[in-house]
């Protein structure tokens, strides 16, 4: 740990959780304790904070600090250049030229992934707590699609409440990978997860995002348990 590592922040962890190996992607988690946090931790790191950053609650500002040092030490090890992502109008984060790559936090743990864009020109990446049984299925109609409802049968209450976590985050994952790809918002309701065998899943878009993405493209998802999160991933090769 370096001296302007802030102390909200422990170490970075370079561990790869996936199943799959993917070439080429790099990888930096790290957690993170908002209580930890000081008023010289952005400056002390060279992280600089946005206006509405610097005007919000420590939990987010820890995050935010936690997910850009996560971004700036993966970029690092790409690229040999400790690049900072800013932020977008649009909130997502803005990747150096050449790159593409995406950020998560959840609970205390930050994670950050990043490719050279010739090789994966989209990646997204989400951490999601598991949700319990009874906020999973009240939230059931909001994220699953009348189809993916149906695939609820049969499962057990608890089987039930993992996979609408996954299918939440594995949208997510979707949203970030596609979304600097087509530059249009979608929602949970406009894709859909296929299958899933534990590591891998298939998603499929039920709508128009642009002459490339069209209703029926599919795509596929990596997802595992990452420190008693559920991690997910959508990787776009070039």
């Not at 997204?124 to 707590?129: K, N, Q, R, T, V």
């Not at 039930?160 to 249009?184: D, G, H, M, N, W």
């Not at 949970?188 to 493209?217: K, M, P, V, Y």
Request: hydrophobic fraction near 45%; include cysteine; charged fraction near 20%.
């Amino acid at each position: 740990m370096t001296s302007n590592h802030p102390a909200c922040c422990s170490p970075f962890d370079s561990t790869w959780p996936f199943a799959e190996a993917l070439p080429g992607v790099v990888m930096r988690s790290c957690h993170f304790d908002p209580a930890l946090l000081v008023a010289e931790d952005f400056s002390r790191s060279a992280i600089p904070a946005p206006a509405n950053i610097q005007r919000s609650v420590a939990k987010r500002q820890a995050e935010y600090l936690a997910g850009r040092l996560c971004a700036r030490t993966a970029l690092l090890a790409l690229t040999g250049r400790a690049d900072v992502p800013a932020l977008g109008e649009d909130r997502a984060p803005v990747w150096p030229a050449g790159v593409s790559g995406s950020i998560s936090h959840s609970h205390g743990l930050a994670t950050a992934l990043v490719a050279d864009s010739r090789q994966w020109r989209g990646l997204g990446l989400d951490l999601e707590e598991p949700l319990a049984r009874d906020r999973a299925l009240r939230l059931a109609e909001e994220i699953l699609t009348p189809a993916e409802l149906q695939r609820l049968d049969g499962l057990t209450p608890e089987q039930q409440a993992e996979r609408i976590t996954l299918t939440f985050s594995i949208k997510e994952s979707l949203f970030k990978a596609l979304y600097p790809l087509v530059r249009k918002r979608f929602y949970f309701h406009d894709a859909e997860l296929l299958d899933c065998n534990g590591a891998q899943a298939r998603l499929r878009l039920l709508i128009d995002l642009s002459a490339e993405w069209t209703a029926g493209s599919e795509l596929a998802g990596w997802y595992c348990e990452f420190q008693g999160r559920v991690l997910s991933l959508v990787a776009i090769a070039a």
